[in-house]
Structure formats: structure tokens, C-alpha cells
């Protein structure tokens, strides 16, 4: 159990579009995610904080118009990194938290999504 | 969260015991310490996490001090598969806040 997958695991796009991150949780309800950037070499750093139906909670200097973060349901958070650069090539990943059971509380990673930027 | 402080990097012989060493000093009363590990370009994987007593599970044991001040991450017969940034964090369990990673240790398993 506690399963976090993350969609698509790599992608490529030419600087100035759009590209959607989707993070799921495959067997349990959560409601918060959230999303961490980490550049080769460095530790993970969180971005934002993503709460089920309501806004996100971007950590200082994190540019909330640029990445755009959706959490809908109790299962799914997405994240859109717009106007993509050269300077957001990075590995984001997603954790959730699940809100019930023995893992209360526990986050849990997804695999991640590598982001390189042209 | 209670500060915590880990060698950079570590080498360990194929078969032999891994000893990560993490430093709390100001953890405080109720406060855990969990342990996860990031494999290179994976997320971050839960390893084991204490309070007070030893503990052993199928992955690692983990052995805080009598005074808590520090810990011990001990992979029993590291495999070239365990390389990876190991990463030592105090919180409170059942927190509502994320998890904050340090800059963690290398520990690279040597064939």
C-alpha cells in the first residue's frame, strides 16, 4: 500500500511551453501534497503545498503564476510548470500525505519526473 | 523540527555493514527520528524511524543513544543497491508539516 505514481517520468519541451506534471495516489486518500524541486547535486527543496480544494501554499520565492498547481480530488495534484526555460530543468517530485489509518500523516514519494527544458 | 547533522559521504565494502551516523542534539522530547534514502534519480524511500528504543526491520536497524542526542542507520550486509543519499530527519510523527531534507550522506557501496 501507500503507492505514489507520478506521470510522465521524463519529458523534453523547447523553452516557452507548457508542461503538466500529474501526481496520484494509487491506494489511499490524501489531502495534501506536496511538490519538491531538487537540482543535480542539491537535496530537495520544497516548492509548494498542495491542499484538496482549496489554493496552494507556495514556499518563498517560488513564483506561483509559473508553476501552477491543481488538487482536485482527494488523489490527484498536478503540476504545470508554464512558460517553461532552460533554468527550470530540474527533477520535481510529489508526495502525498495520508490522512488515515496506521499511516496517518506519513508523506510518501512519488518516483519523480525529470524535466529537461531546450 | 529538531536540526540534524550527517557525514557528506560514506564508502562501504559489498556484504559488509553500513554505519550511518546522524547527530540530533537539539531534538526535543517527543520528537522521532526517521531515516529515508533517495536512490539517483528516484524519490526519496521511508527506511525505519524510532523514538527511544532500538529498531529492526527488513531494510535496517536504527540505534539512538541513551540521551538521544544522536543515531545510527545500520544497513546489516550492504549490497551494491544500497548506494544512494541517506537522509536523516527529526520530526514529530503524525506532523502536518512536509518533510524537510538535509543535504543528507552519499553512501556508496564499493564491489
Known amino acids: 500500500g501507500a503507492v505514489v505514481s507520478q506521470h510522465p517520468s521524463r519529458v523534453i519541451c523547447k523553452s516557452g511551453t507548457s508542461v503538466k506534471i500529474e501526481c496520484r495516489s494509487l491506494?489511499?486518500?490524501?489531502?495534501?501534497m506536496f511538490w519538491y524541486r531538487q537540482f543535480p547535486k542539491q537535496s530537495l527543496m520544497l516548492m509548494a503545498t498542495s491542499n484538496e480544494g482549496s489554493k496552494a501554499t507556495y514556499e518563498q520565492g517560488v513564483e506561483k503564476d509559473k508553476f501552477l498547481i491543481n488538487h482536485a480530488s482527494l488523489t490527484l495534484s498536478t503540476l504545470t510548470v508554464t512558460s517553461a526555460h532552460p533554468e527550470d530543468s530540474s527533477f520535481y517530485i510529489c508526495?502525498?500525505?495520508?490522512?488515515?489509518?496506521?499511516?496517518?500523516?506519513?508523506?510518501?514519494f512519488g518516483p519523480g519526473t525529470r524535466l529537461t527544458v531546450l | 523540527d529538531a536540526k540534524t547533522t550527517q557525514p557528506p559521504s560514506m564508502d562501504c565494502a559489498e556484504g559488509r555493514a553500513a554505519n550511518l551516523p546522524c547527530n540530533h542534539s537539539?531534538?526535543?522530547?517527543?520528537?522521532?527520528v526517521y531515516w529515508y534514502r533517495q536512490i539517483h534519480s528516484q524519490g526519496p524511500q521511508y527506511i525505519i524511524h524510532g523514538l527511544k528504543n532500538n529498531e529492526t526491520n527488513e531494510m535496517a536497524s536504527l540505534i539512538i543513544t541513551e540521551d538521544r542526542k544522536s543515531s545510527t542507520l545500520i544497513l546489516p550486509h550492504a549490497t551494491l543497491r544500497d548506494t544512494a543519499v541517506y537522509y536523516c530527519i527529526v520530526r514529530l510523527p503524525g506532523s502536518a508539516r512536509q518533510l524537510t531534507f538535509g543535504s543528507g550522506t552519499q553512501l556508496t557501496v564499493l564491489p
Open positions: 491506494d489511499f486518500q490524501a489531502t495534501t
Open positions: 537539539t531534538i526535543s522530547g517527543n520528537e522521532y
Open positions: 508526495s502525498a500525505r495520508d490522512i488515515s489509518g496506521d499511516l496517518r500523516n506519513e508523506q510518501f
